[in-house]
């Protein structure tokens, strides 16, 4: 693994049904974050991480949830899937303050029927 | 509240000079970010400014000035592979990145 590490890269899901979108980084960094991303929308923050054992709401964190169990993994959960969650999921981790900026997985298209 | 605001859309010719702007209105600043984002794929780090004057980057260069809240992102020499999407970012007070909604550049040959 180089970066951050997204999966699945793309899911269609029944509404109703519990998802797990997963993020893994091998970079060693401390704050780890999930954004959301619609056409015309920019990136949401829907959840952050300063450090391992701390989470905290972005701006839309209704309907999604997170844990930080360790450095490396900061899995997003979809508790019961509505179709307004049907969007792309990037997981993005940053590694101090400043000119470092935030490294960016792969991204999870997810559709909700 | 905070807020980046930059064009939805712009478009150039091979070969020229574009520049996108940003404007922002945040609570703190501790820099500005530009990234790139080719259609379907991750944004990845373009530029990082944080004290007023230019940065210059190859064909890239960001602008920034503190006191208009205000930044530009200047691209020479435009290449058709140059089409995607530009994103300007500001760290705010709290470290966390405060994002524009996006530019789309669309080049024409």
């Known amino acids: 693994i180089a970066g951050i590490t997204q999966a699945p890269t793309s899911q269609i899901l029944a509404a109703g049904r519990r998802m797990t979108l997963r993020c893994t980084q091998d970079m060693r960094h401390n704050a780890m974050y999930w954004y959301r991303q619609d056409l015309g929308l920019g990136l949401r923050l829907i959840h952050y991480?300063?450090?391992?054992?701390?989470?905290g709401k972005g701006e839309v964190p209704d309907g999604y949830s997170v844990s930080r169990a360790n450095t490396d993994d900061f899995p997003l959960t979809l508790a019961s899937a509505v179709p307004s969650q049907t969007s792309v999921y990037f997981c993005?981790?940053?590694?101090?303050?400043?000119?470092?900026?935030?490294?960016f997985g792969s991204g999870t298209r997810l559709t909700v029927v | 509240g905070q807020n980046i605001d930059q064009p939805t859309e712009m478009t150039a010719t091979e070969g020229a000079i574009v520049q996108i702007n940003c404007t922002y209105q945040t609570s703190g600043f501790n820099g500005l970010f530009w990234y790139q984002q080719h259609a379907g794929e991750a944004p990845t780090f373009l530029s990082y400014n944080v004290l007023d004057g230019l940065e210059e980057k190859g064909r890239f260069s960001s602008f920034l000035s503190r006191s208009k809240g205000y930044s530009y992102l200047l691209l020479k020499e435009l290449q058709m592979k140059d089409s995607a999407s530009y994103l300007c970012a500001v760290m705010d007070s709290n470290y966390q990145l405060i994002w524009g909604a996006g530019t789309k550049l669309i080049i024409k040959p």
């Open positions: 993005a981790s940053s590694g101090g303050q400043g000119a470092d900026g935030y490294t």
């Open positions: 991480s300063n450090t391992a054992g701390t989470t």
